[in-house]
């Protein structure tokens, strides 16, 4: 099994990302996915969830990236994919995606698996 997160780089404030993480030996139909960011000096945070298939794939956004990103499933590729819009500085950080079996709450102490993280930069 593997998590692997894709997609990052460097954008202007206003532009946009589209992340990407591959889940490897993971089945989207009974797992749930995260995405989550960590700023440097600072603690992960949610920026969005999307339970397993079999739970209706219910969405859950975090209060910073709220209305400016959405999350969705490529159930080909076996992919889970984040669109962030309107990106600002602030939103500068480490983007990681998490895998659990549960999923209770969209924070990051409810997720068992991790990938290696991709690199977002907003600036001008």
């Known amino acids: 099994v593997q998590l692997v997160e894709s997609g990052g780089g460097v954008v202007q404030p206003g532009g946009s990302l589209r992340l990407s993480c591959d889940l490897s030996?993971?089945?989207?139909?009974?797992?749930?996915v995260g995405w989550f960011r960590q700023a440097p000096g600072k603690g992960r945070e949610a920026v969005s969830c999307?339970?397993?298939?079999?739970?209706?794939?219910?969405?859950d956004y975090g209060p910073s990236m709220k209305g400016r990103v959405t999350i969705f499933k490529d159930h080909a590729k076996n992919t889970v994919d984040l669109q962030m819009n309107s990106l600002k500085p602030e939103d500068t950080g480490i983007y990681y995606c998490g895998v659990t079996s549960l999923l209770a709450l969209c924070v990051p102490t409810a997720f068992d698996y991790w990938g290696q993280g991709t690199q977002v930069t907003v600036s001008s």
């Open positions: 030996g993971y089945d989207l139909n009974t797992d749930a």
């Open positions: 999307i339970s397993a298939s079999r739970d209706r794939d219910r969405t």
